[in-house]
T-cell receptor, first 111, second 114 residues
Framework: NSKVIQTPRYLVKGQGQKAKMRCIPE?????VFWYQQNKNNEFKFLIN????????QIDMTEKRFSAECPSNSPCSLEIQSSEAGDSALYLC?????????FGPGTRLLVL | GEQVEQLPSILRVQERSSASINCTYE??????FPWYKQEPGENPKLIID?????ERKQIQGLIVLLDKKAKRFSLHITDTQPADSAMYFC?????????????FGKGTLLTVTP
């Protein structure tokens, strides 16, 4: 069972507002991933970190999101200016080797 | 980029029969293939995985097969129960290792009828 913690579970924002979500990876897992799962259940990789460093991110994340994984603090993902199309389930996963374990997710609704 | 195709998108079987889901991938460097089960309103949960040094893996009633030449892998659920009803997702990691993202299939909605 996953021990990844995500907060908040639900987030409602207006268009143009910032939306911030947090993730505490499983203890001892150095790699953290963020994925977006849309209403059609499709997954999109957003960004990943190893310790505090960004490993990979997609264009959208670089342009519109702010993300960090500071030491001794939760990782965070923040949409700088929410759009209706950002409404989705945001999943954080952590891994020790190749197996990724998902947190419960933050469900974002942008009105 | 990497794509993973998953079929069927909808699968309906009777209790106690088998259910099979098939996935294909593009990147021959992929070497890790997990399967996740996701129930409504829940997060995806890892149910079984296979690495490229294996062709077959079984955990209780779950069997995964990997054909690297064909770039194909599959999940077989034997002796299905209504509790197996859920979305199932296959995935592949681009090049293996803990720092590589998963590419997911579009999912299979499995319904097991009593």
């Amino acid at each position: 069972n996953s021990k990844v913690i995500q907060t908040p579970r639900y987030l409602v924002k207006g268009q143009g507002q910032k939306a911030k979500m947090r993730c505490i990876p499983e203890k001892g897992h150095p790699v953290v991933f963020w994925y977006q799962q849309n209403k059609n259940n499709e997954f999109k990789f957003l960004i990943n970190f190893q310790n505090q460093e960004v490993l990979q991110q997609i264009d959208m994340t670089e342009k519109r999101f702010s993300a960090e994984c500071p030491s001794n603090s939760p990782c965070s993902l923040e949409i700088q200016s929410s759009e209706a199309g950002d409404s989705a389930l945001y999943l954080c996963a952590s891994s020790l080797e190749d197996t990724q374990y998902f947190g419960p997710g933050t469900r974002l609704l942008v009105l | 980029g990497e794509q993973v195709e998953q079929l069927p998108s909808i699968l309906r079987v009777q209790e106690r029969s088998s259910a099979s889901i098939n996935c294909t991938y593009e990147n021959s460097a992929s070497n890790y293939f997990p399967w996740y089960k996701q129930e409504p309103g829940e997060n995806p949960k890892l149910i079984i995985d296979i690495r490229s040094n294996m062709e077959r893996k079984q955990i209780q009633g779950l069997i995964v097969l990997l054909d690297k030449k064909a770039k194909r892998f599959s999940l077989h659920i034997t002796d299905t129960q209504p509790a197996d009803s859920a979305m199932y997702f296959c995935a592949a990691s681009g090049s293996g290792g803990s720092n590589y993202k998963l590419t997911f299939g579009k999912g299979t909605l499995l319904t097991v009828t009593p």
